[in-house]
């Protein structure tokens, strides 16, 4: 049988080259020189096969986790935004509704608003000059007897 290293599945051999050892059992024969240590070398290595399977197949694994955490915190993000500006435009709204209570409390406390609802709902009056009592600081009552009482 005659077998021919194609420049194609040199340059093959060549890429695995520094992958090769990550992937070696201890067991595997060392290649030294480019020549085979035993006969049984130029078959494939099935160990070699399988750690560039699990390998690329963690790889893979790795890169799709992290896919999918990128488009999870997108997504956050994007529902974040969302509610922030809903927020926003209730404060806004929030903003104006008190701007308003503020300007009607106030034109209810003025007093010709007030004194006109106890007229007219109330029935109130201004009192007379004699009905009106002036409450003023308190006097000390004196004794005649010096104080004593």
């Known amino acids: 049988m005659n077998r021919r290293v194609t420049p194609q599945k040199?340059?093959?051999?060549?890429?695995?080259?520094?992958?090769?050892?990550?992937?070696?059992?201890?067991?595997?024969?060392?290649?030294?020189?480019?020549?085979?240590?035993?006969?049984?070398?130029?078959r494939p290595d099935r160990g070699m096969t399988l750690g560039y399977v699990i390998g690329i197949t963690l790889l893979i694994g790795v890169v799709t986790g992290a896919f999918v955490y990128h488009l999870g915190v997108r997504f956050e993000g994007v529902r974040l935004g969302y509610e922030t500006s809903k927020a926003r435009?209730?404060?806004?709204?929030?903003?104006?509704e008190r701007r308003?209570?503020?300007l009607e409390l106030a034109s209810l406390k003025s007093p010709g608003r007030v004194e006109t609802e106890a007229r007219e709902k109330l029935g109130m009056e201004v009192p007379d000059h004699d009905r009106i009592v002036p409450i003023g600081k308190k006097r000390k009552v004196v004794s005649v007897s010096g104080g004593a009482l």
């Open 10 to 42: 040199r340059a093959e051999k060549k890429a695995r080259e520094p992958f090769a050892s990550l992937f070696r059992s201890d067991h595997a024969p060392k290649v030294e020189g480019g020549a085979a240590a035993t006969p049984s070398d130029k």
């Open 89 to 96: 435009a209730m404060q806004t709204r929030l903003l104006l």
């Open 100 to 102: 308003e209570l503020r």
